[in-house]
């Protein structure tokens, strides 16, 4: 695939604690001028971001990020708050608490609560995976086949590891056809994207794609 393939598949990332306003609008326009599928941005700056492309390109924000430790209640309300300030795109964090103490019902119940939430907008739920064991892995393809969302994804990119093509071959092997996935976290180099969409990634989340792309010469 080329970088501006790539780029077309990537949501352009900046979830760090300090980001400003003046980087978020910066990162909004390199996202229309490359073409990325979205940006995605923290809940706090989602209204301006929305306001400010006016429907040039998507706005994805993160829920229960980035330990996935809230109630279900918060993340009900984060999901509606942020679709209500204009978001197009949820990427939710699950409870790997939760996972690891085989609460199986209470986690399917929270993710279909969140989508109920997103009001028909595109849901991402977030597993973590280097977390994880192979098991649970394939228990969490399975309830986000059940719950209804549109993609699983790899990583918040806050933990201590990111996606790597054996975890997205896994995912492919265990999810229902209607669920896509998303790679994040640790994509350093075009080669790690290319890796991970021959892997079966739907979509790449990177702070890095756009400079990789630049540095390629891509305008």
């Known amino acids: 695939m080329e970088i501006r393939e790539l780029l077309t598949i990537t949501d352009h990332t900046l979830l760090k604690t300090d980001a400003t306003w003046t980087q978020i609008r910066a990162l909004c326009d390199e996202g229309v001028r490359f073409g990325t599928a979205s940006v995605c941005i923290p809940p706090s700056f989602v ?12 706005v994805c924000t993160v829920i229960g990020f980035p330990n996935g430790y809230a109630t279900t ?13 204009g978001a197009d795109e949820i990427d939710m964090v699950t409870d790997v608490g939760w996972l690891k103490e085989k609460r199986y019902d209470a986690l399917l119940r929270e993710i279909r609560a969140v989508r109920e939430a997103c009001e ?9 995976t280097c977390l994880l064991t192979e098991e649970e892995k394939i228990r969490m393809c399975e309830m986000v086949s ?20 054996e975890d997205i071959r896994l995912f492919a092997a265990h999810i ?19 890796a991970l969409v021959e892997s079966g990634a739907d979509r790449l989340g990177s702070s890095r794609m756009v400079a990789l792309a630049s540095a390629f010469g891509v305008q």
């Open 47 to 58: 209204r301006q971001a929305a306001d400010y492309l006016g429907g040039r390109l998507p």
């Open 73 to 85: 209640a918060v993340k009900v309300f984060e999901t509606q708050n942020a679709v209500a300030n």
């Open 120 to 128: 028909g907008k595109i849901l991402k739920v977030i597993i973590e």
């Open 146 to 165: 059940a719950s209804g969302a549109d993609f699983i994804k790899t990583s918040t990119g806050f933990s201590k590891g990111g996606a790597t093509p």
């Open 176 to 194: 229902a056809p209607h669920v896509k996935i998303k790679a994040a976290g640790g994509i350093s180099s075009v080669a790690d994207a290319r």
